[in-house]
């Protein structure tokens, strides 16, 4: 059988290959960082998810170290079986305090979180209205779900309150939205989601994970950007990204959601608690963010300047809040061939194309980094001008 199915898969691959849109990893030979090493030579990192800059932070390493040490290499089962540590505790409520939550539940990475989130809580008379743009791993999290499922165009608020319209006479409501969408790095209105929620009588849901660390004076999300710390009734978000870079996700709110996902929710009751280091090191990276706010105030200058630049040297750019910058190029072909005449320049871009987003959306989002200095921001901007002019995205 399988010599059918082999041919099957050549046939597709070389269809993918054939229209651009086939994905090559590249490897990385140093630790993740503002300068990584690729192919043996050095280059500016621009698209990874280290906003913070934490991924090879010192202190960080020193207290996965001491976990370790302390605690074990790994917890060899999962919590109801035999429990959890002390350190597990610590650092849900470590988050818990971070967005002003009741209570918090930790889960192996955000796509366990948001994959776990919905079956537990709605069932067949409930209604999920999901944004068009949302994260992969909430679409799949609603599909395991028996709610009725309605979904609005990106940030459009009109349309959400028509879907809220339409599902009225359902028992519970939930709307879903990504704090930062990772595809236009553009921040969700949840301002105007708010008091549709409280006129509609739902709930709502964000994932922070794109947006944590990032958006807000202090980094503390998009709830914080819209004065609604405390106000939702359920976030999710990652350890992966701003947060040190390495792996585990949560989910943290009300009290009474979180009890009920740490009795039913599938990945977490099925799945290994995280390793101790990983944990031992997001209880020193929240402590850190209390500390002081020096790395969201530099992402945020960052940032700033880098889009302010970009715009001014004629690249169509998508508007944003957050550390992405989506430089449109639209065609999947041309944003590879610009990905690698970027990492002949040294400068390490991704070129994004379809299914990753919409055809004729192909673009390069670029991620800003708080471990980036301005003589890399100017690297990369002058990069992107010599290779715009040579393939005639700009004159």
């Avoid at 070389?14 to 849109?21: F, H, P, T």
């Avoid at 790994?74 to 597990?88: E, T």
């Avoid at 994932?207 to 807000?216: I, L, M, P, R, Y």
């Amino acid at each position: 059988m399988y010599n059918k199915f082999q041919d099957y898969l050549k046939q597709e691959l070389a269809q993918i290959e054939a229209d651009g849109l086939y994905k090559n990893e590249r490897i990385i030979e140093s630790a993740q960082g503002a300068e990584i090493i690729v192919k043996g030579k050095k280059c500016l990192n621009f698209c990874a998810n280290n906003y913070l800059g934490l991924a090879d932070n010192p202190q960080l390493i020193e207290a996965a170290k001491k976990g370790m040490d302390a605690r074990g290499f790994g917890m060899s089962s999962v919590r109801f079986i035999c429990g959890c540590q002390d350190l597990h505790k610590e650092l849900e409520a470590k988050i818990s305090e971070f967005f002003g939550t009741e209570d918090t539940i930790l889960y192996a990475a955000c796509f366990d979180a948001n994959g776990g989130v919905f079956e537990p809580l709605l069932g067949a008379e409930d209604a999920i209205i999901s944004d068009a743009l949302n994260h992969a791993s909430i679409i799949d999290g609603v599909r395991l779900c028996k709610a009725q499922r309605f979904r609005y165009a990106n940030a459009d608020m009109a349309d959400l309150e028509a879907q809220l319209q339409a599902a009225k006479d359902c028992r519970f409501k939930l709307i879903v939205t990504d704090g930062v969408f990772s595809m236009d790095g553009n921040v969700c209105p949840l301002d105007k989601i708010y008091e549709l929620a409280q006129k509609y009588d739902a709930m709502v849901m964000v994932d922070e994970s794109h947006s944590a660390g990032v958006v807000g004076v202090t980094g503390r999300g998009v709830t914080e950007r819209f004065n609604l710390k405390g106000q939702i009734e359920i976030i999710t978000g990652t350890l992966g990204k701003a947060f040190g870079g390495a792996m585990g996700g949560f989910t943290t709110g009300k009290k009474e959601i979180i009890d009920m996902l740490r009795q039913r929710s599938r990945p977490y009751l099925f799945s290994n608690s995280m390793a101790p280091g990983l944990v031992a090191a997001g209880i020193r990276m929240f402590e850190m963010m209390s500390e002081t706010n020096e790395l969201q105030d530099k992402l945020h200058a960052n940032t700033e300047y880098f889009i302010r630049e970009m715009v001014a040297k004629g690249f169509d750019c998508k508007p944003s809040e957050s550390a992405i910058c989506a430089v449109m190029l639209y065609d999947a072909p041309l944003s590879q061939k610009f990905a690698a005449r970027m990492q002949d320049e040294g400068i390490f871009v991704t070129g994004f194309y379809y299914p990753v987003v919409p055809k004729g959306q192909a673009r390069i989002r670029v991620q800003i980094s708080a471990a980036h200095e301005k003589e890399h921001l100017d690297k990369c901007i002058n990069a992107f001008v010599k290779i715009g002019q040579e393939l005639g995205v700009i004159k």
